[in-house]
């Protein structure tokens, strides 16, 4: 029996633009497995939407997958047509994407949006469709479901969009979820009723692929981490270990925002300087304009990802023994 839910082998997803190739996904490499909660994490712009993006299907031109492998419980989806990539979005693999306002459609009532992703995949009377649709909504924990299922979005808070966006996401009990920035744009408290609803579906046997800027959200919830810059896995390891060993400079980076925003430093520790520009990358390590431990070869020779330790893979040339952290 497959035990991996998603195994995604070197995925290369580029946009053809006036001025060349940009490389958005560059050779990554990444499994979740059945009921595992993995993360991908990163600034805006390293590429992590992109694998989502990827996996779903939903590139759009001049973007395209030029390379590598994306199986989902044991079916290759790169070589699908758009027909069957629709059949296979929502009833195995579905998305929740950052902001529910703009994915929901502002003039339908909520639940009709739900019930209608039955209709896609299922021939199943209007009545039947309605019921699963007001438990998918009472499971997410949306309280008073029938006078909610009548509501439009703009009606209900953002944290309630959010679970609308969760109860369409789930209603065909896909067997991987994707959350892509699931709490960026929610208060505290909401955010941590959302992580809290992730984790209990990720408990009955879902697969989840969380992506988010925010280390601490991560941490939170997954149970593998891989970070992400410029294209490329530079660090992946299992969330205790990251936390307990980070190894990779840039990982120190999205560590300390994490830690100066817990401490309510007054100071916001931020990694210094910008993403770089994928059509423009460094010939060596991409984040060698911004790293403080870099070395010379760092500027002309491009890492790889190395081993370690167990499950513990990074990219980064201080694997060399030539310095340690
Ligand atoms: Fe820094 Fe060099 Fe490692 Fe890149 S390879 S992260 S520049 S030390």
Not at 98 to 115: C, D, I
Not at 164 to 192: F, G, K, N, Y
Not at 267 to 291: E, M, Y
Request: charged fraction near 20%; include cysteine.
């Amino acid at each position: 029996m497959l035990n991996s839910t998603l195994e995604v082998s070197h995925l290369c997803t580029s946009f053809f633009t006036d001025r060349g190739e940009v490389k958005a996904v560059d050779d990554v490499s990444l499994r979740v497995d059945k009921g595992q909660v993995v993360g991908i994490v990163g600034e805006s712009g390293c590429g992590k939407s992109m694998v989502a993006r990827s996996v779903m299907g939903l590139v759009k031109k001049p973007g395209k997958i030029v390379g590598g492998s994306i199986v989902l419980n044991g079916q290759e989806l790169t070589s699908l047509d758009d027909k069957e990539l629709c059949e296979v979005r929502g009833r195995d693999v579905s998305m929740v994407f950052q902001e529910p306002m703009t994915s929901l459609n502002p003039t339908m009532r909520v639940g009709r949006q739900v019930q209608e992703v039955v209709a896609i995949h299922e021939q199943v009377s209007k009545e039947q469709a309605r019921q699963r649709t007001l438990e998918i909504l009472s499971a997410v924990g949306i309280p008073e479901v029938e006078a909610r299922y009548d509501a439009y979005p703009h009606e209900l808070s953002g944290g309630l969009r959010q679970r609308v966006m969760i109860a369409m996401a789930m209603i065909m009990r896909p067997s991987l979820l994707i959350a892509d920035e699931p709490t960026t744009a929610l208060d505290a408290t909401v955010e941590a009723q959302i992580i809290a609803l992730l984790k209990r579906l990720a408990h009955t046997g879902t697969s989840v692929l969380i992506i988010s800027h925010n280390l601490g959200v991560i941490a939170q919830l997954a149970d593998y981490v891989y970070v992400m810059y410029a294209g490329r896995i530079v660090e992946k390891a299992d969330v205790c270990e990251l936390f307990d060993n980070p190894l990779h400079p840039y990982t120190h980076g999205l560590l300390g925002a994490v830690s100066s925003l817990r401490s309510q430093s007054k100071v916001l520790q931020t990694i210094p300087g910008v993403v770089p520009n994928l059509a423009n990358l460094p010939a060596g390590c991409s984040f060698a304009p911004r790293c403080d431990r870099c070395m010379a070869a760092c500027d002309s020779v491009r890492p790889e990802l190395v081993t370690v330790g167990a499950g513990h893979e990074l990219c980064c040339h201080l694997t060399k023994g030539v310095d340690v952290l």
